[in-house]
Structure formats: structure tokens, C-alpha cells
Nanobody, 124 residues
Framework: QVYLVESGGGLVQPGGSLRLSCAAS????????MGWYRQTPGKQRELVAN???????NYLDSVKGRFTISRESAKNTAYLQMNDLRPDDTAVYYC??????????????????WGQGTQVTVSS
């Protein structure tokens, strides 16, 4: 079984910063892409940022220059540093990973996993 555990959400004033963490655990062989999505009520989930195993990154236009995604491959962990937060960044943030893990029969299995979500609220 594979789990993605997120941490670091909370309440922050406009202009403030938060750092989200996402740790993947289990018998993981490799992680191709890790990323963060966010969702607000009544809206579709949107990609905020992702990072490949080679270090390539993609960002939502509205967060470029403010958010930075990084990863520690040895720890199967990704981070999202969020600076200069704005009220419209308020959302539930979900970690996502495309990974390969070893099944109980030792066969490699490719799966797409989601974390449980962490609330980020930007308000004065």
C-alpha cells in the first residue's frame, strides 16, 4: 500500500508564506512526477505546480514567481514553498504522485495517487 501524507497548511495573512510537504510512503520503486493541485467549492481541481524525476517543473501562471516546488527524491518527498500569498490562493491543496510501487507479489505497479488534502486559507 502507498500513502501520500501532506502537511503545512493553515491560515495566513495576505503577503505571508506557507510551506507544504508531501511524503510518499510504501514499497516505492520510483516516482515519475509529484505535484500539487488545488480546489475551491464549485470549481474544478487545477494544477498548481509539478516536478518530474529529472527536476523539470510546471507552474500555474498565477503562481509563477511566488511559488516554488522542489523534491527530495531520497525521501520521496515534495515541497511547495508559497510566498506572497493572496486571498485567491485560498483552497484545499492536494498532493499528487505518478509512481511505481512493488505489489505483494513483487510485480511493479504504476499508479496515480492523491493525498488527503490540506486547507490553505489566506485572509486578514
Amino acid at each position: 500500500q502507498v500513502y501520500l501524507v501532506e502537511s503545512g497548511g493553515g491560515l495566513v495573512q495576505p503577503g505571508g508564506s506557507l510551506r507544504l510537504s508531501c511524503a510518499a510512503s510504501g514499497d516505492i520503486i520510483g516516482i515519475k512526477v509529484m505535484g500539487w493541485y488545488r480546489q475551491t467549492p464549485g470549481k474544478q481541481r487545477e494544477l498548481v505546480a509539478n516536478i518530474t524525476s529529472g527536476g523539470g517543473t510546471n507552474y500555474l501562471d498565477s503562481v509563477k514567481g511566488r511559488f516554488t516546488i522542489s523534491r527530495e527524491s531520497a525521501k520521496n518527498t515534495a515541497y511547495l514553498q508559497m510566498n506572497d500569498l493572496r486571498p485567491d490562493d485560498t483552497a484545499v491543496y492536494y498532493c499528487n504522485a505518478d509512481l511505481v510501487y512493488r505489489a505483494p507479489n513483487l510485480a511493479p505497479v504504476a499508479e496515480h495517487y492523491w493525498g488527503q488534502g490540506t486547507q490553505v486559507t489566506v485572509s486578514s
